[in-house]
């Protein structure tokens, strides 16, 4: 397959360093809570880059694992938000207050929708009020909302949004479109990192895979034109699914020969235990304060 002009550099020295699980590792004490965030290491063309990969829920126990890590958040070059949830934006002004300076944020178009999950009432599940397009601007933050893949850093893209067939099936969630008018919320906003590892092949870091894990990993290779992924680390979100459907995905990712699979947050127990038992020492479980070298 030819390989596209998306990426202008091959990444090398990949190092992405859990900040937030909702499981924490126990070779010391980090904090764990419902969400995720990356702090993503890696060098290109020479040179050395930083980007901080969403900010789970609170910024509290983030800066707590910071320290614990003895990383400094001032580094971080950007900010990728990965989808609208709270559990993967919730952080993020106070994790601006901490980085004290202009940064710019990458999220989908529709990051700021209004959005509903269908309860007995519709509970809000949109990014918050504290981290308003207001708030984020006036601690520095300086949005760069787009739906279409670029590249972030030489050797590291956005997916844009990816390409899949949302038919018709309600979701259980719901977009405010007007006073009294909801339509089907299908996470459009759903978007991963993808890194050009050299010698290995593509490794994909995701949020929450709303759109589903298999459909990033197609989408990813249609638009790098790469067919080779050498590994997946972020959330799943397989944990509503049965035996029968968690295998179902397992079998079709085994088209990608995938190397490295590290699956936390919303994947699901059921699910690490099923990819684990697939995938042998190619899965890393995925902890709060644990670090990988790829
Ligand atoms: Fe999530
Ligand atoms: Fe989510």
Do not use: W
Request: glycine content about 8%; overall charge negative.
């Amino acid at each position: 397959m030819n390989k596209k002009q998306i990426f202008t550099s091959e990444v090398e020295n990949l190092k992405i360093t859990t900040l937030m699980d909702d499981k924490a590792d126990r070779q010391k004490s980090y904090l764990a809570q419902h969400g995720i965030s990356f702090f993503i290491q890696f060098t290109a063309n020479g040179k050395d880059h930083t980007l901080l990969f969403d900010t789970g829920q609170e910024y509290e126990p983030i800066l707590y694992n910071t320290e614990a890590l003895s990383l400094d958040l001032s580094k971080s070059e950007k900010i990728f938000l990965s989808h609208c949830h709270n559990d993967h934006t919730g952080g993020l002004v106070g994790l601006l207050k901490k980085i004290d300076k202009k940064i710019e944020i990458i999220g989908h178009t529709d990051l700021f929708r209004d959005t509903y999950k269908k309860m007995d009432q519709l509970v809000y599940k949109g990014v918050s009020e504290k981290n308003s397009i207001e708030n984020i601007e006036k601690n520095g933050g300086k949005l760069n909302l787009t739906k279409e893949p670029f590249e972030i850093f030489p050797g590291a893209i956005s997916t844009g949004q990816i390409e899949r067939d949302t038919g018709t099936k309600p979701t259980g969630y719901v977009n405010q479109v007007g006073e009294d008018n909801y339509e089907t919320d299908y996470f459009l906003d759903d978007m991963s990192v993808v890194f050009n590892l050299k010698d290995k092949g593509l490794f994909i870091v995701t949020g929450c895979s709303h759109a589903g894990i298999v459909e990033i990993l197609d989408h990813s290779v249609k638009v790098t034109g790469n067919d080779k992924i050498y590994g997946v680390i972020g959330g799943l979100h397989l944990l509503n699914k049965d035996e029968v459907e968690i295998n179902e995905i397992i079998a079709k990712l085994e088209n990608f020969n995938l190397q490295f699979i590290s699956a936390g947050h919303c994947t699901g127990l059921a699910a690490e235990y099923l990819l684990s038992k697939k995938y042998g020492e190619k899965f890393k479980s995925l902890n709060a304060g644990k670090v990988f070298e790829i």
